[in-house]
């Protein structure tokens, strides 16, 4: 019988990243003249960088030129890459390594699926590599969230089935995803938001490991 395969985001799920995309998102917009709200953050997650300005662009109604867009692209991304060089194993969510811990024991097969291009430096700083067998991050693919690609190929890499893959997801988008995909989502955030959701816990601190084994079974 196949071992259930577990699939991880990154950002808000493993560590809390997010706070640093939204500082520097909001700077970025701020330059912009753009109003940028925690609201509007929400909307930003799970979406890939490119998408992430022409959102940010159209609620400012502001136009601008190729060259201009990449420039600030690369402007928010050494910003927000300021933040992760100081990350370590402190930045590590709560909850996070009993799970991790559990799953590796049982050697159920673990991937991270996650549209950071950045995914890989933030695993290496808080040293979460080697838990995972299959990276898929936004290098890797070519669609964003709720695009269910970076999914689908994960459960490829893991060669498991999407029906036998748990996603664990904190934005709406990667929920959708995974529920696309033909796979059981867990959302970690509010419920309210993600209530497209299989099932959804407010923190990785709330889920215990009997709810983890049910989901192997």
């Known amino acids: 019988m196949k071992k259930t395969c577990f699939i991880f985001d990154l950002d808000g799920v493993l560590v809390d990243t997010a706070k640093f995309h939204f500082i520097a998102w909001q700077n970025l917009a701020m ?3 753009i109003d940028f709200t925690e609201t509007k953050n929400e909307q930003l997650k799970g979406v890939s960088r490119i998408q992430s300005l022409e959102k940010i662009l159209a609620w400012g109604n502001k136009c601008i030129s190729a060259d201009t867009f990449k420039q600030l692209l690369t402007k928010k991304n050494e910003h927000y890459l300021r933040y992760v060089k100081g990350m370590t194993t402190k930045d590590i969510l709560p909850g996070v390594m009993p799970v991790l811990n559990f799953l590796k024991e049982k050697e159920c097969p673990m991937a991270l699926g996650s549209s950071s291009k950045n995914a890989q430096t933030i695993l290496n700083k808080i040293e979460l ?12 693919v070519t ?3 709720p695009n269910p690609e970076v999914f ?3 459960a490829q890499l893991l060669n498991c089935l999407n029906s036998q893959c748990v996603v664990f997801e904190d934005s709406i988008a990667g929920i959708q995803a995974a529920n696309t995909a033909n796979m059981q989502s867990i959302g970690i955030g509010s419920a309210e938001i993600l209530n497209e959701a299989h099932f959804v816990f407010p923190s990785f601190e709330e889920i215990k490991i009997p709810f983890i084994q049910s989901l192997m079974n």
């Open 143 to 145: 669609k964003a969230k």
């Open 129 to 140: 590599t080697n838990y995972f067998k299959v990276i898929v991050d936004g290098n890797s």
């Open 31 to 33: 330059t912009l003249d």
């Open 152 to 154: 689908i190929k994960a």
